[in-house]
């Protein structure tokens, strides 16, 4: 007995083929770029001959380089430092400069009182956790230093929204301790050169501070702020104007129109 075929299901019913889905293409790094990277990753940091030319030539520049914090006492400079977390120091000058002809000392800003500090800093970022800090520090200045700022880096570090690099600030700006302040600046310009190489801020001070000529340490932390933040910036690095670029081992070097 033959059996008969099975007949054919209409073209509208049958089920599609699913169609292979294709994978989205991979840029590939271009040579140039693998090779940046390649040479980036095997680099060292300069001598120490190198070190001392670098800061010789900062010094040369500007002797006497400043924060740009504005501050009028070691209290002002503590509340400036912890507000500009995240922030500019423009940013944070446009907003204290009417606060501080105000409030110059943990009793007057115990005084004003939390809301009306946050109408001040409102133009800051994370302006109300930092308000609140500003606040309890200042509650703790009171209570624990007879409303004087401490002169010792633990001491500062309890203090509410105060970490290592705002009590460095503090400790070198108050009361003159070469202390290395590492912040975004410091940190990448360390890398960059390198001077010293690190994968947090507390590795690149340490690696600093060993290098660092000590007629230098004084100074050091804001010529590498302002070289950060007006020459070897973040995306952009003005290396056709850098008075360091021969001893820099950064690569490729930037020019005018990249």
Not at 78 to 83: K, S
Not at 133 to 159: F, G, T, W, Y
Not at 185 to 198: E, K
Request: charged share 30%.
């Amino acid at each position: 007995m033959t059996r008969k075929p099975l007949p054919k299901k209409p073209a509208s019913s049958r089920r599609a083929e699913p169609k292979p889905v294709k994978k989205p293409a991979v840029k590939k790094a271009t040579t140039k770029n693998t090779a940046a990277k390649k040479s980036r990753a095997r680099i060292k940091p300069i001598e120490s001959a190198s070190v001392e030319e670098v800061f010789r030539r900062f010094h040369k520049i500007e002797p006497e380089p400043k924060g740009e914090l504005e501050h009028v006492n070691a209290y002002t400079l503590l509340v400036a430092v912890v507000l500009s977390a995240q922030a500019t120091d423009a940013g944070v000058n446009k907003a204290t400069r009417a606060l501080f002809k105000r409030v110059d000392t943990p009793k007057k800003m115990i005084a004003l009182g939390e809301e009306k500090l946050r109408d001040y800093i409102k133009t800051i970022g994370l302006f109300r956790t930092k308000a609140k800090n500003v606040m309890a520090l200042s509650e703790a200045l009171i209570r624990d230093h007879k409303s004087e700022v401490p002169d010792d880096r633990d001491a500062l570090q309890k203090l509410p929204g105060v970490g290592r690099k705002t009590a460095n600030v503090v400790l070198n700006m108050a009361f003159g301790h070469p202390t290395m302040a590492v912040d975004t600046h410091v940190f990448r310009v360390s890398n960059r050169i390198p001077l010293a190489l690190g994968k947090t801020p507390e590795q690149v001070e340490a690696g600093l501070e060993k290098i660092i000529p000590v007629a230098y340490g004084m100074h050091a932390h804001h010529w590498l702020i302002l070289h950060g933040r007006y020459l070897c910036k973040a995306r952009k690095p003005e290396c056709w104007r850098c008075p360091i670029a021969d001893l820099c081992r950064f690569e490729p070097k930037s020019q005018p129109n990249d």
